[in-house]
Every structure is written in C-alpha cells, then in structure tokens.
C-alpha cells in the first residue's frame, strides 16, 4: 500500500500464482489478499501505460472460480 513494491514485481508474482495449471488453496489465498491490497494502485498504474495484464488476470481468475478441481471456499475467495 505504501509503494514499497514495484508494479513489475507485483506482476511476476501474479503471473508465477496463476501459471499453475490447479492452484493450493493456500495459494489462491495469496492470490485473492494480494489483488485486495494492491488491486487498485496496479490498475491505476497499468492504465496509465495502457497494459492489459489485469484484464487478463481476471479471465484466468474467472476461469478458477468456476473450475471443479477447487474446493468451493478457494473458489468464493477468488469470486470476492
């Protein structure tokens, strides 16, 4: 929240979380509270430079939040 961490390492960290194919639950968990910290500033951010990468986060979350591999609270976190 205070700018300690850059855009670009918010976005590899995003990118590594939602690379794999099915998720721990404890990584959707950190997924989930690190889009509800950050969210916003990165958007804000990315707006400005006109990247789409948030856009294409929330397809792949999207896609999770309906996937039956998960259990069905990682499922609501990613819906929140």
């Known amino acids: 929240?205070?700018?300690l961490v850059t855009s670009q390492?918010?976005?590899?960290c995003l990118s590594k979380l939602l690379a794999l194919p099915v998720p721990e639950e404890d990584?959707?968990?950190?997924?989930?509270q690190l889009l509800i910290t950050v969210g916003e500033k990165l958007?804000?951010?990315?707006?400005q430079r006109?990247?789409?990468?948030l856009e294409?986060?929330?397809t792949k979350v999207k896609a999770l939040s309906i996937s039956p591999q998960l259990?069905?609270?990682?499922?609501f976190m990613l819906l929140d």
Not at 43 to 47: A, T
Not at 71 to 75: K, S, W
């Open 56 to 58: 294409q986060c929330f």
């Open 71 to 75: 259990a069905p609270r990682p499922r």
């Open 9 to 12: 390492v918010t976005k590899g």
């Open 27 to 32: 990584e959707i968990e950190a997924l989930s």
């Open 50 to 53: 006109q990247d789409d990468f």
């Open 43 to 47: 958007d804000s951010q990315l707006k």
């Open 1 to 3: 929240k205070k700018g």
